[in-house]
């Protein structure tokens, strides 16, 4: 029934559109679940019940062992977080890169600058070499041709009579001119 695309009318879409969100709550609250069964496991791994000593001796002993646990944990927690701010840093950094690659990025404004050629010259091959620049002496003569054709073209004349030269066939030209 659904082989043609755009084939499935709304209602049906609808309740396929509900049935997918009554199946992804499903596996949200599955997960969600499997995330307390697992904290609740690892509290029982890794912190045992308290058993409080009753002479001093054992108490400092369990002061001592909870201090090195502390310790342990700090040193994860802070290579985690090193990590993480590595992470994230070097995602920043490629984050650039692909902007710089695309040339997506704002080019300063210039400032325009008046300067002559052989000024331009001076300050970039400095004050040692004596350069000048005549770029008119260069520059090579035209002589300006004018010829006949393009001067004809250019002397149009009244529009009325080149439609008159152009009409041809006299028949035609009466034709659209009507009876009168």
């Known amino acids: 029934m659904a082989d043609k695309k755009g084939n499935v009318s709304s209602s049906r879409k609808h309740t396929l559109k509900s049935c997918m969100l009554a199946v992804a709550k499903d596996l949200l609250e599955a997960e969600a679940l499997e995330k307390v069964k697992e904290r609740e496991r690892y509290m029982e791994e890794n912190c045992p019940l308290l058993e409080i000593p009753h002479s001093k001796d054992d108490l400092v002993e369990l002061c001592t062992k909870m201090y090195d646990k502390i310790n342990v944990i700090d040193e994860e927690r802070y290579n985690l977080e090193y990590k993480a701010v ?22 300063p404004a210039l400032k325009k600058v008046r300067m002559s050629a052989d000024a331009m010259l001076q300050a970039l091959l400095g004050s040692k070499h004596k350069v000048t620049m005549d770029l008119r002496s260069n520059l090579k003569q035209v002589k300006k041709d004018e010829k006949k054709e393009d001067k004809d073209l250019r002397d149009v004349g009244d529009w009325r009579k080149n439609i008159d030269d152009k009409a041809g066939m006299d028949g035609r030209k009466k034709m659209f001119q009507g009876d009168s």
């Not at 590595?86 to 080019?107: A, Q, S, Y």
């Open 86 to 107: 590595m992470v994230c840093n070097e995602v920043i950094d490629l984050n650039i890169k692909i902007i710089d690659m695309r040339g997506k990025f704002k080019k």
